[in-house]
């Protein structure tokens, strides 16, 4: 039976992010795809121009709706914007019993616009990351969680065993926005020991929309009964094909290839 995949994101006007990159990444990794909409967000490859959250109930009535009926074979949260909506979300994951929940800390778009307001970072804490199979974040989102700043690799690890403290089973954080070096190296560590994943940084300015399509990417081989060192690997290949393969359309940051 094909395996379900649902993502509780919000949605790019512009095609490169959010819900529609899962969708994207889920239909190419051969997972049937669900979604709730958290917010609808109106911005093309230039940048975000209006940010329209959902009412949490909305939310919650979407998830419901999912949860009566079809039973995801695995989970992945993107933009969820308020405590409300991370209450939600958390609510649902509880009472449907969803497992394989991959937790992407998204906070702010590459422009800079606000996707989770800074009051609901406690919320994401308290009741999301201890639901987490694995939470994804890159540096800034690493360093904004566990409240330390990340120069060195034993930073990078001081960070993750916070992360799994507060809960999360897995933790892997990405290297992506480091200044430094050759290369694009993601760890992960699972309580008991650290896994390096590297791989070569690529100069382009086409990388709207990585971190979704690489959690997604994620919660899809999981959902596929991969391990979850298998399953990162799996993503990691995926992302760097498609950042390699990114698509020049729009004028601003084009986003990646979700046919690679
Ligand atoms: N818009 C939405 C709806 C998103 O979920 C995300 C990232 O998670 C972004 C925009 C950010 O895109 P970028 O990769 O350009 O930071």
Not at 19 to 26: E, H, N, R, V
Request: glycine share 10%.
């Amino acid at each position: 039976m094909i395996k379900k995949v649902l993502t509780i994101a919000g949605s790019d006007s512009g095609g490169g992010a959010g819900i529609q990159a899962d969708l994207k990444t889920f239909q190419e990794l051969g997972v049937f795809g669900m979604s709730a909409v958290t917010a609808v967000t109106a911005q093309n490859t230039r940048g975000v121009h209006g940010v329209y959250p959902m009412d949490a109930a909305a939310v919650a009535s979407q998830l419901d709706a999912i949860g009566e009926d079809l039973t995801p074979d695995a989970v992945k949260t993107g933009m969820l914007f308020n405590a409300e909506i991370i209450a939600a979300a958390a609510e649902a994951i509880n009472k449907y019993r969803w497992e394989n929940v991959v937790i992407d800390p998204v906070m702010i778009a590459k422009g800079g616009s606000t996707l989770l307001q800074q009051e609901a970072i406690q919320a994401m804490k308290e009741v999301l990351i201890p639901l987490a199979a694995v939470i994804t974040p890159n540096i800034p989102e690493a360093e904004a969680l566990t409240g330390t700043q990340i120069h060195t690799e034993e930073d990078k690890r001081e960070a993750c065993r916070i992360l799994h403290q507060m809960g999360a089973r897995t933790c892997l954080i990405k290297g992506g926005h480091e200044e430094n070096g050759d290369y694009s190296s993601d760890l992960l560590y699972d309580g008991q020991a650290f896994y390096e994943m590297k791989s070569p940084r690529i100069e382009t300015r086409h990388t709207h929309g990585t971190g979704c399509t690489f959690s997604a990417a994620l919660a899809a081989e999981l959902a596929a009964g991969r391990a979850i060192r298998r399953a990162a690997e799996t993503a990691k290949t995926f992302i760097q094909a498609a950042i390699e393969d990114t698509l020049e359309i729009g004028s601003g940051h084009g986003p990646t290839n979700h046919w690679a």
